[in-house]
């Protein structure tokens, strides 16, 4: 990692052809981690320019060098440049989760896009398996990095997981718990007006006619779950935990598709202002909504705008529509319409970088996932997965965000590193 370091360093200053170069040059050469004096004295916006491109494990170590390199790279700024550079510079690679995971066993299985063919192995240490009655996990969302999954038949155990840094905090109770008589609906996002990290909790009882008006939030810059008392929207009687990838909403809020009927054929978007903390309800456009019956939706993130792409039944068509201004009906526009697909697709949803990710059902025995890039109007597929259930798609992103709870001691939730 040093020798990067010297490098990047070397070819920073050769990029911007300052007259020290040769002086700069020579000082590295002599530098080490255990006599970093020379490089400390570089201007920090050459370092951050530097730094911003190593792996956030290297960057961690290099917090420990000296006091201002920690204070450097601990910086709010850094860590959002650094996050910044991570999702628009690096390799897009998506982990595709299956069902029930175990951490025993192979969680999932990860591919670059620009080699979906290929799979990678191994680039990730796994978490230790929690502490559970049974080992069956599921993805709950993941945001900047950050992946939140519940580990157990019973939800009760929630984890947030930095792979990047392996790290992994484990949530305290809530306080309504679960039982055969409840269904919990999850979300994760962050809260960009307090740089927070929360987890949404929606509860029903099963067989019910409508939500159950209690809703908890934990934050995790609190470290504890807290009751909501807004009013859940009366009309909702049913949300959907059916999203595959786990590109979540407009910044700051966090969405389920929802139904205003029992017989799940009128949907809506549900939306929660994770900073307000308040529910409002968005409309789909018009077309999605009559074709509810003959269709498949699925919400996501375009150009940092909330969207819904849908599939026909049986017809290969699908449409992808852009919320313009967040919040307003009228300012929906249709986005992208295509119809190549000779074969049932079922839509997943849309990564990091605006491309559109679809099941392909191409025969009984086997299922196809494509990668389609709406600028360059291609469509790539990525490596045969057979019958896996795939549950979640997880984009990896290096990632230094990671936030301790002021009130651990309080809320009893715990840090692990591996």
């Known amino acids: ?90 390799d897009e690679i998506l982990l595709f989760f299956r069902h029930a995971f175990s951490f025993d066993r192979r969680p999932f299985t990860a591919h670059t896009s620009h080699s979906p063919d290929l799979e990678l192995t191994n680039f990730i240490k796994l978490p230790t398996s929690p502490q559970s009655k049974d080992t069956r996990g599921d993805i709950i969302g ?51 007006k307090t740089d927070d990290y929360k987890v949404v909790k929606l509860t029903k009882l099963s067989g019910a006619i409508s939500m159950l008006s209690q809703v908890e939030v934990y934050s995790m810059r609190k470290g504890l779950w807290q009751l909501i008392t807004q009013r859940f929207p009366s009309n909702i009687k049913w949300v959907s935990d059916e999203e595959v990838v786990c590109v979540d909403g407009h910044e700051g809020h966090v969405h389920w598709l929802g139904y205003t009927d029992m017989e799940q054929k009128l949907q809506t978007i549900l939306a929660f202002d994770l900073g307000a903390e308040t529910f409002r309800e968005i409309p789909l456009p018009d077309s999605i909504l009559h074709l509810h019956e003959e269709c498949l939706n ?64 191409e025969d009984a025995n086997d299922d196809c996932l494509v990668l389609y890039d709406p600028i360059a109007a291609k469509a790539k597929n990525f490596k045969k997965m057979g019958r896996i259930t795939i549950s979640k798609v997880v984009e990896y992103v290096d990632s230094l965000v990671w936030v301790v709870p002021e009130e651990r001691e309080i809320s009893s939730c715990s840090i692990s590193q591996f």
């Open 1 to 90: 990692m040093w020798n990067q370091i010297k490098f990047l360093l070397k070819r920073k200053n050769k990029d911007r052809r300052r007259p020290s170069q040769a002086k700069v040059t020579l000082t590295l050469e002599t530098a080490s981690p255990q006599h970093p004096e020379t490089i400390e004295k570089l201007p920090s916006d050459v370092l951050s320019n530097i730094f911003i491109r190593l792996l956030a494990k290297e960057i961690a170590q290099l917090r420990c060098v000296c006091k201002s390199w920690n204070a450097l790279l601990s910086e709010s700024s850094f860590i959002k440049s650094h996050l910044h550079h991570s999702i628009h510079h690096k």
């Open 142 to 192: 993941s945001v900047n990095g950050l992946i939140c999954f519940k580990y157990g038949s019973y939800d009760y155990a929630i984890h947030i997981w930095n792979p990047s840094l392996s790290m992994v905090l484990t949530l305290p109770p809530y306080s309504l718990p679960k039982d055969e008589w409840m269904v919990n609906h999850f979300r994760f996002g962050y809260d960009p």
């Open 298 to 361: 699925a919400m996501g993130v375009l150009g940092g705008k909330l969207c819904v792409m849908s599939c026909v039944f049986e017809a290969g068509k699908c449409e992808v529509w852009v919320m313009e201004e967040y919040g307003v009906t009228e300012s929906w526009v249709k986005h992208h319409g295509f119809s190549q697909f000779s074969a049932d697709i079922v839509p997943y949803g849309f990564t990091l970088r605006g491309e559109f990710l679809f099941q392909v059902d």
